[in-house]
């Protein structure tokens, strides 16, 4: 792990991807004492320009853009994480047990993954969170149904990859129970990718919740940057900075997301590391 950090450390754009989402991670953080009155709160006289007294202008109500900003951080790093790491783990259960029992359960499993990849993701995603009503849950929920098959696909080949090693045959001749050697034994072989591209999937997960919350699906009661440039949509051309500044979040968050997961991919991947 000492050796994966220095690798990681080592590489510039990652590096450069880790303090900007610390940026984001403080900024999200301190949004209660930057903005003790909340993101929809009536802070000034509507369409602000940029400047004085509002850094990032105001909205068509009056409301802070910067506030929306740094509250709009807090939702897409809350659902961005506990999405990916549901999707994650339900990835990760169905995959092992389809990769180290193969058989009929891995050909079941497997119909059922490709029954979901058949689907465009995000139609998938929006007609759940419509039946749902949409909230927070929904979306983590809805996320996560549309995100796990990628993963499980993963998991099942890197299960069945390690499934006949010398290691796994010296467990089963010892004794050992299928839990154990699943989660003793395999998974920690197994972390490397899955760790990789679980990275990348919160990049993923943050740009679903940014186009639910602009089709108005997100949760009602909290900001979202997608709710931004949805709010602003129709003033682009006399308010650009409503929807300018919330883009931008989206594309920095997003970008540092995805260097820090190409980071972590050449810093755990042997084969990448060895060349």
């Known amino acids: 792990m000492q050796d994966a950090l220095l690798r990681f450390a080592r590489n510039r754009l990652a590096l450069l ?8 991670l403080t900024m999200a953080a301190a949004a209660p004492v930057l903005y003790p009155a909340g993101a929809f709160a009536l802070a000034g006289p509507p369409l602000q320009p940029p400047g004085g007294r509002f850094l990032l202008g105001t909205d068509t109500l009056g409301r802070d853009v910067a506030a929306g900003i740094v509250y709009g951080a807090r939702t897409s790093l809350m659902i961005g994480v506990v999405a990916t790491l549901a999707a ?4 990760v259960l169905i995959g092992a047990v389809a990769g180290y029992y193969r058989g009929k359960p891995d050909l079941a499993l497997m119909r059922i993954t490709e029954l979901f990849q058949t689907i465009p993701s995000f139609i998938l995603a929006i007609l759940l969170v419509a039946i749902l009503s949409p909230s927070a849950d929904s979306e983590i929920a809805a996320i996560t149904l549309v995100s796990w098959p990628g993963i499980a696909r993963l998991a099942r ?3 069945a990859s390690l499934g006949g090693r010398e290691f796994v045959l010296a467990c089963v001749g010892l004794g050992a129970g299928d839990g154990r050697i699943v989660f003793r034994h395999l998974l920690p072989n197994c972390a490397s990718p899955l760790i990789a591209v679980g990275s990348l999937l919160v990049a993923n997960v943050i740009l679903f919740e940014s186009g639910l919350s602009f089709l108005g699906l997100g949760d ?4 979202s940057w997608g709710l931004m440039i949805s709010a ?4 682009l051309r006399s308010a650009w900075w409503i929807c300018t500044f919330p883009g931008l979040a989206i594309v920095a968050t997003v970008l540092a997301i995805n260097l820090i997961g190409d980071g972590l991919n050449e810093a755990l991947n042997p084969r990448l590391r060895d060349r």
Do not use: H, K
């Not at 994650?88 to 990835?91: A, I, N, S």
């Open 157 to 159: 080949g890197e299960f």
């Open 232 to 235: 602003g949509r129709e003033v």
């Open 17 to 24: 991807g880790a303090v900007v989402l610390l940026l984001v």
């Open 220 to 223: 009602p009661n909290l900001m």
């Open 88 to 91: 994650v783990v339900l990835g």
